[in-house]
């Protein structure tokens, strides 16, 4: 090896060397800076709090499946209020309500956990859902339909039919 080759391979280690230490220059492995710490703060965060909310959505769906909505039974009263009124005639049979209108004969039903309507018997209309217990009852002309849905809560409500007085006409 002539003196020519060696320095030649002392400059070839010395820019190695160089270009290594560009990049340890670069890299600086002194541990985090403040920013770096702060940023990771804020994705830790983050997701904590995404996880916090999912949890408590979950938990929100899970109490809601068994429980009847009060604004479900808001709109079945109301449309039972209009069934009735605009029915000639209202009667109970077996735990069902018979409501006659021309001549449609729709009967109001519990089917598994629904309330159902059928009409001149077919058909399967759902009117209300989660329910446990469906009982309807007539005291004279008044109807009580008492229900309870799958988490407990009886729900009930009287319905007075429209009563049409027929006025005969002065001859």
């Given at each position: 090896?002539?003196?020519?080759?060696?320095?030649?391979?002392?400059?070839?280690?010395k820019m190695r060397?160089?270009?290594?230490?560009?990049?340890?220059?670069?890299?600086?492995?002194?541990?985090?800076?403040?920013?770096?710490?702060?940023?990771?703060?804020?994705?830790?965060?983050?997701?904590?709090?995404f996880v916090v909310?999912?949890?408590?959505?979950?938990?929100?769906?899970?109490?809601?499946?068994?429980?009847?909505?009060?604004?479900?039974?808001?709109?079945?009263?109301?449309?039972?209020?209009?069934?009735?009124?605009?029915?000639?005639?209202?009667?109970?049979?077996?735990?069902?309500?018979?409501?006659?209108?021309?001549?449609?004969?729709?009967?109001?039903?519990?089917?598994?956990?629904?309330?159902?309507r059928r009409v001149?018997?077919?058909?399967?209309?759902?009117?209300?859902?989660?329910?446990?217990?469906?009982?309807?009852?007539?005291?004279?002309?008044?109807?009580?339909?008492?229900?309870?849905?799958?988490?407990?809560?009886?729900?009930?409500?009287?319905?007075?039919?429209?009563?049409?007085?027929?006025?005969?006409?002065?001859?």
């Amino acid at each position: 090896m002539t003196h020519r080759e060696a320095w030649k391979d002392v400059y070839i280690m010395k820019m190695r060397r160089e270009k290594m230490n560009r990049f340890v220059i670069l890299r600086q492995n002194d541990g985090f800076t403040m920013i770096e710490m702060l940023f990771s703060l804020l994705v830790l965060m983050s997701i904590s709090l995404f996880v916090v909310q999912l949890f408590s959505i979950i938990q929100t769906q899970v109490r809601a499946i068994d429980k009847l909505h009060p604004k479900e039974w808001e709109v079945f009263t109301m449309q039972m209020h209009q069934e009735i009124r605009s029915s000639k005639s209202q009667d109970v049979n077996g735990n069902r309500l018979y409501l006659l209108s021309g001549d449609q004969l729709a009967s109001i039903e519990q089917y598994e956990d629904k309330v159902r309507r059928r009409v001149d018997g077919k058909g399967h209309e759902v009117i209300l859902q989660n329910i446990s217990r469906f009982q309807v009852k007539k005291d004279g002309s008044v109807i009580v339909l008492d229900i309870t849905d799958k988490a407990g809560t009886t729900f009930s409500r009287s319905f007075h039919p429209f009563l049409k007085v027929e006025q005969e006409a002065d001859e």
